[in-house]
Structures are given as structure tokens and as C-alpha cells.
């Protein structure tokens, strides 16, 4: 697998920075994007109309980036999409690879990630946020999100619409979360998971299993609101 993969995505295991970059000063976009200091633009770009890029920022080649969206300081993207009116905060990562391995006694051997990340229209990322680009899926924040700081979206996520992620939680790779999702700060969720539609996540929950719709939990494990409640007073 690891011949396979350096052989035919070369960048999906060692995830090295993009040396096509250029100064955007030498580039199309000085023309059409309003910009700090110090950005630099990979090849194959594409940033939409009435565009914000902050200082020190790095764009990867290939991405794409539709209109009237704001990009904050100190920021790296690659391997992602990111739709109209999104707004990313200062010091985020997008589109990094994910933490997936083959389990060796000797060697323990990374995978590939060869899916992006896809940020749908009108939503913000918070400051220092990090979100892993898929392993053989993308990883997908639906529209309408908002996401606090330091929030870890980990590879191969789903996120619906019109969620709100407070700061400081973590989901694990390969889990999904429904529309209308509350999710308090410092909570974590476990990686393979289905968590519902309108579905409310207390602060500093642990959720180690599946969410119905409509439910409100809270507690590590996380169980029911009336019961936790209960078993708390």
C-alpha cells in the first residue's frame, strides 16, 4: 500500500508544503482580492469576487474559494472548497491530512488522504481551528455552520446545516452529525458515530455512542438530560 500510494498521490502521506506558491503581488488576484502582507497563492487557485485574505496567509494550489468570503490572518488552506460567504478566523488549518495509521510492532505506517475538505456557503470557522481533509471521503461542513475556536473536525467528518460548535470540541474521523446540532465547549465525540437531527450535546460531554433525533444528552458517557440531571442533584 505505502509503494501504491507514494507512486500515485505522492503528497497524501508526507502532506510537504506547496512549492508553486507565489507572492500574490505576482499574481491576478492583486487586481481582484483585498489582502494583507505576506500572502502567498499556489497554482490553480480560484478566489471568488469581494474577498478578504489577512497577513501571513497561505492558499495552496488548487483550492477554491467563492465570493464575498473572509479569510483571516495567519491561515493555511489546501485540498479544500470552500463555498460563498464563509468566513475562516485567524490561525486556522484546513485541509491538512488526517491521523490514520496501519497498526505495525515495528512501524506504524500512516495512510493516505487523498479526499479534501468542502466548507459549504455561509459559514465561519473559528480562530485557531483545525479541520483534517478526508482519507478516501471528503470531509464536509454543511452551510450555515458556525464553529467557536479551537474546535478539531477530524478526516472524513460530516457536519449538517445550521449546526453551532462551541469552543474547545473535538470530533474523532468517520462520524456525522445532523442539521440543527448544538454542541457545548470541551465536548468530545467518538470517531464512527451518527448523531441526529436538532439534537442538543451539553458541555463537556463525553459521546462514545449513536444520538436519535430530537435528543438532549449530556455527561461522559453521555445519557439523556432528565437522567443526568437526576443523577446529579
Given at each position: 500500500m505505502a509503494n501504491v500510494t507514494k507512486e500515485f498521490y505522492p503528497n497524501s502521506i508526507t502532506d510537504d508544503f506547496d512549492n508553486s506558491v507565489k507572492d500574490i503581488d505576482k499574481t491576478t488576484f492583486k487586481k481582484k482580492v483585498k489582502y494583507g502582507k505576506n500572502i502567498l497563492i499556489g497554482k490553480n487557485v480560484k478566489i471568488g469576487k469581494n474577498c478578504l485574505i489577512g497577513h501571513n496567509t497561505i492558499i495552496e494550489k488548487n483550492v477554491s474559494i467563492g465570493s464575498n468570503c473572509s479569510i483571516g490572518s495567519n491561515v493555511i488552506i489546501r485540498n479544500t472548497i470552500v463555498k460563498d460567504n464563509v468566513s475562516i478566523l485567524d490561525g486556522c488549518v484546513i485541509g491538512k491530512k488526517g491521523f490514520g495509521f496501519f497498526p505495525?510492532?515495528?512501524?506504524?505506517?500512516?495512510?493516505?488522504?487523498?479526499?479534501?475538505?468542502?466548507?459549504?456557503?455561509?459559514?465561519?470557522?473559528?480562530?485557531?481551528?483545525?479541520?483534517?481533509?478526508?482519507?478516501?471521503?471528503?470531509?464536509?461542513?454543511?452551510?450555515?455552520?458556525?464553529?467557536?475556536?479551537?474546535?478539531?473536525?477530524?478526516?472524513?467528518?460530516?457536519?449538517?446545516?445550521?449546526?453551532?460548535?462551541?469552543?474547545?470540541?473535538?470530533?474523532?474521523?468517520?462520524?456525522?452529525?445532523?442539521?440543527?446540532?448544538?454542541?457545548?465547549?470541551?465536548?468530545?465525540?467518538?470517531?464512527?458515530?451518527?448523531?441526529?437531527?436538532?439534537?442538543?450535546?451539553?458541555?463537556?460531554?463525553?459521546?462514545?455512542?449513536?444520538?436519535?433525533?430530537?435528543?438532549?444528552?449530556?455527561?461522559?458517557?453521555?445519557?439523556?438530560?432528565?437522567?443526568?440531571?437526576?443523577?446529579?442533584?
Open positions: 505495525n510492532k515495528n512501524n506504524n505506517i500512516r495512510y493516505p488522504h487523498i479526499g479534501i475538505v468542502i466548507i459549504n456557503e455561509n459559514s465561519e470557522i473559528g480562530c485557531g481551528s483545525t479541520i483534517d481533509r478526508g482519507s478516501l471521503s471528503n470531509t464536509v461542513i454543511g452551510k450555515n455552520v458556525f464553529l467557536d475556536n479551537q474546535i478539531h473536525i477530524a478526516h472524513n467528518n460530516k457536519i449538517g446545516n445550521n449546526c453551532i460548535i462551541a469552543g474547545q470540541v473535538g470530533m474523532a474521523g468517520s462520524s456525522s452529525l445532523g442539521d440543527n446540532v448544538m454542541i457545548g465547549g470541551q465536548a468530545g465525540i467518538s470517531g464512527h458515530l451518527k448523531i441526529g437531527n436538532n439534537v442538543h450535546i451539553g458541555g463537556g460531554s463525553g459521546v462514545i455512542n449513536n444520538i436519535e433525533d430530537n435528543s438532549k444528552v449530556m455527561g461522559y458517557p453521555a445519557k439523556n438530560l432528565r437522567d443526568f440531571i437526576r443523577e446529579n442533584r
